[in-house]
C-alpha cells in the first residue's frame, strides 16, 4: 500500500515527495498555500519504507519511482515537487522509463556530492535494527531528528503525521531504516535523462548542498532566503513561488 492524498483544483497537478526520513506531512505549509491559491490539483505521497506506505524488501531510486506509477495523475500535465531523496525519484521518472510524462521537475535541497564518509554513514544506519522507545515522546524526539523537522522549524504536530507507529514493545519510527541505502545514487546521470525542465533550489544555510553545486546542472540556482535544509517547511511560500514560476515558463499547463 502507498499512502497518499488527493486535492486542489486546477488543469495541472503537482506532485510532492518527501524527502529521507520524513513523510508528506511535511508539505502540509506547501499544501494549504496550493488551496488557497486554486491553482493546481495536487498529490502527495509517503514513499516506499516511509510513513503509512508498506515496506519493500530493498529500495533504490528506481524502487521509490516505480512504486508511484500506478498512482499517476490519468490527464493534464505533471509537475514534481521533490525534496532532498524526493528530487532524485522526481528526475527518475521525469526520464521516460516509467511510463509517465513529467512537464517540469523543481528540486529542493538535494544532496549531490556522496564523499566516502557520508556514503558509509548512509550504510550504516541502513543496517541498523529497528529500535523501540518506550515513550512517545521519545520516538517524536528521534523523528525530528532522523527527518529534520526540529520543533523551532516545525512546531505543528500534523507536520510529523505518520512519522512513528506504536507497537507491542513501544514507539518506533515509521520508515524502514534499509532505505537509506538509496544514498549514493549519481545525481548527474538522472539529470542527463530526464526530458523534464528543471529548477533547482537550496535553503540559503543548507549545510547538504551548495549553490555551486546545484549551479553544475542547471543554469540558475535559486537561493532561498531563512531557510535550511527543510525550506518547503520553513519557507513554504518561497517555494509556492517557484513553482509557479516553473509552471509559468512551461506554457501552458493543458497539454
Same mark, same amino acid.
Given at each position: 500500500?502507498?499512502?497518499?492524498?488527493? &486535492?486542489? =483544483?486546477?488543469? !495541472?497537478?503537482?506532485?510532492?515527495?518527501?524527502?529521507?526520513?520524513? =513523510? /508528506?506531512?511535511?508539505? $502540509? &505549509?506547501?499544501?494549504?498555500?496550493?488551496?488557497?491559491?486554486?491553482?493546481?490539483?495536487?498529490?502527495?505521497?509517503?514513499?516506499?519504507?516511509?510513513?503509512?506506505?508498506?515496506?519493500?524488501?530493498?529500495?533504490?531510486?528506481?524502487?521509490?519511482?516505480?512504486?508511484?506509477?500506478?498512482?499517476?495523475?490519468?490527464? &493534464? %500535465? #505533471?509537475?514534481?515537487?521533490?525534496?532532498? #531523496?524526493?528530487?532524485?525519484?522526481?528526475?527518475?521518472?521525469?526520464?521516460?522509463?516509467?511510463?509517465?510524462?513529467?512537464?517540469?521537475?523543481?528540486?529542493?535541497?538535494?544532496?549531490?556530492?556522496?564523499?566516502?564518509?557520508?556514503?558509509?554513514?548512509?550504510?550504516?544506519?541502513?543496517? *541498523?535494527?529497528?529500535?523501540?522507545?518506550? /515513550?512517545?515522546?521519545?520516538?517524536?524526539?528521534?523523528?525530528?531528528? #532522523?527527518?529534520?523537522?526540529?520543533?523551532?522549524? %516545525?512546531?505543528?504536530?500534523? =507536520?510529523?503525521?505518520?512519522?512513528? #507507529?506504536?507497537?507491542?514493545?513501544?514507539?518506533?519510527?515509521?520508515?524502514?531504516?534499509?532505505?537509506?541505502?538509496? /544514498?549514493?545514487?549519481?545525481?548527474?546521470?538522472?539529470?542527463?535523462?530526464?526530458? %523534464? *525542465?528543471?529548477?533547482?533550489?537550496?535553503?540559503?544555510?543548507?549545510?547538504?548542498?551548495? %549553490? $555551486?553545486?546545484? *549551479?553544475?546542472?542547471?543554469?540558475?540556482?535559486?537561493?532561498?532566503?531563512?531557510?535550511?535544509?527543510?525550506?518547503?517547511?520553513?519557507?513554504?511560500?518561497?517555494?509556492? /513561488?517557484?513553482?509557479? *514560476?516553473?509552471?509559468?515558463? !512551461?506554457?501552458?499547463?493543458?497539454?
Amino acid at each position: 500500500m502507498m499512502w497518499n492524498a488527493r &486535492g486542489g =483544483t486546477g488543469h !495541472c497537478t503537482v506532485v510532492l515527495l518527501h524527502g529521507m526520513g520524513a =513523510t /508528506a506531512a511535511a508539505w $502540509e &505549509g506547501v499544501r494549504q498555500l496550493l488551496d488557497a491559491r486554486a491553482m493546481v490539483r495536487w498529490l502527495t505521497v509517503d514513499l516506499s519504507g516511509h510513513g503509512g506506505s508498506d515496506w519493500q524488501q530493498d529500495y533504490s531510486v528506481g524502487q521509490l519511482a516505480a512504486a508511484l506509477v500506478p498512482l499517476w495523475p490519468e490527464a &493534464g %500535465a #505533471v509537475f514534481v515537487v521533490g525534496h532532498s #531523496v524526493g528530487v532524485y525519484v522526481a528526475l527518475a521518472l521525469a526520464g521516460g522509463g516509467f511510463g509517465v510524462r513529467v512537464r517540469g521537475v523543481l528540486g529542493i535541497g538535494p544532496k549531490i556530492a556522496w564523499p566516502p564518509a557520508d556514503l558509509a554513514a548512509a550504510h550504516e544506519l541502513a543496517a *541498523r535494527p529497528l529500535r523501540w522507545y518506550p /515513550a512517545e515522546a521519545e520516538a517524536v524526539l528521534r523523528y525530528r531528528r #532522523v527527518s529534520g523537522l526540529s520543533a523551532d522549524i %516545525a512546531p505543528a504536530p500534523q =507536520t510529523l503525521a505518520r512519522g512513528i #507507529v506504536r507497537g507491542a514493545d513501544g514507539w518506533r519510527l515509521a520508515q524502514d531504516p534499509r532505505t537509506f541505502a538509496v /544514498a549514493g545514487a549519481s545525481f548527474g546521470s538522472l539529470v542527463a535523462s530526464a526530458s %523534464a *525542465r528543471l529548477a533547482l533550489a537550496r535553503g540559503a544555510s543548507d549545510p547538504m548542498v551548495t %549553490a $555551486e553545486e546545484l *549551479r553544475a546542472h542547471v543554469g540558475e540556482a535559486h537561493t532561498i532566503a531563512n531557510a535550511g535544509h527543510n525550506a518547503h517547511v520553513e519557507q513554504p511560500a518561497a517555494v509556492v /513561488a517557484l513553482l509557479e *514560476r516553473l509552471i509559468h515558463d !512551461c506554457g501552458s499547463p493543458d497539454h
